[in-house]
Antibody, heavy 118, light 108 residues
């Protein structure tokens, strides 16, 4: 069974940092691209970042480029998102998702909530 | 970026009725890379339809997708109680990936 479990969210002040993690199981993690997608509760979904299967290629949404860094450790089956210089508008539920060529993504974790507030 | 506009925002229907949800793109969706997700309160999105019309594994055949280019439709032929949820369309044919704002299907 494919499982994605996010952690690392919390309350942080504007300008602060957080590191999100996503532990994957039930599939060959190193074979798949991975993505982070966020959602303000009750609102729409917004793609944040993606990383290719070996970590050599990354891409970011314009709103987070230069502040967020995606990475992965295939030996630990874990995806990361480093969030720096956080702003109020970064407040959201952050989902880790598995990439799939045909659908964009298929499996999603349950999300980890990031709240940026003073 | 390719902006996706979903309509209506809310659809009020009764169990057994037919639901038709629209997703319009501001630019043609490359390779028909248009996906539909279902999201229930407190849950992550669940993959329903990809490639505009292909049902994902385990999705009942009352769900169907159609369309191409800029106009896409998700149809639920007969609403079951578990189908009342929010539905999101998503394009991954061009960067950045984008999502519609969602259509809520609620019990009338």
């Amino acid at each position: 069974e494919v499982k994605l479990v996010e952690s690392g969210g919390g309350l942080v002040q504007p300008g602060g940092s957080l590191r999100l993690s996503c532990e994957a199981s039930g599939f060959t993690f190193s074979s798949f691209w991975m993505h982070w997608i966020r959602q303000v509760p009750g609102k729409g979904l917004v793609w944040v970042s993606r990383i290719n299967n070996d970590g050599s290629g990354t891409s970011y949404a314009a709103a987070v480029r230069g502040r967020f860094t995606i990475s992965r450790d295939n030996a630990k089956n874990t995806l990361y998102l480093q969030l720096n210089d956080l702003r109020a508008e970064d407040t959201a539920l952050y989902y880790c998702t598995r990439g799939m060529a045909e659908s964009g993504t298929d499996y999603w974790g349950q999300g980890t909530l990031v709240t940026v507030s003073s | 970026e390719n902006v996706l506009t979903q309509s209506p925002g809310t659809l009020s229907l009764s169990p057994g009725e037919r639901a038709s949800l629209s997703c319009r793109a501001s630019q043609s969706v490359s390779n028909n890379y248009l996906t539909w997700y279902q999201q229930k309160p407190g849950q992550a999105p669940r993959l329903l339809i990809f490639g505009a019309s292909t049902r994902a594994t385990g999705i009942p055949d009352r769900f169907s997708g159609s369309g191409s280019g800029t106009d896409f439709t998700l149809t639920i032929s007969r609403l079951e109680p578990e189908d009342f949820a929010v539905y999101h369309c998503h394009q991954h044919g061009s960067s950045p990936w984008t999502f519609g704002q969602g259509t809520k299907v609620e019990v009338k």
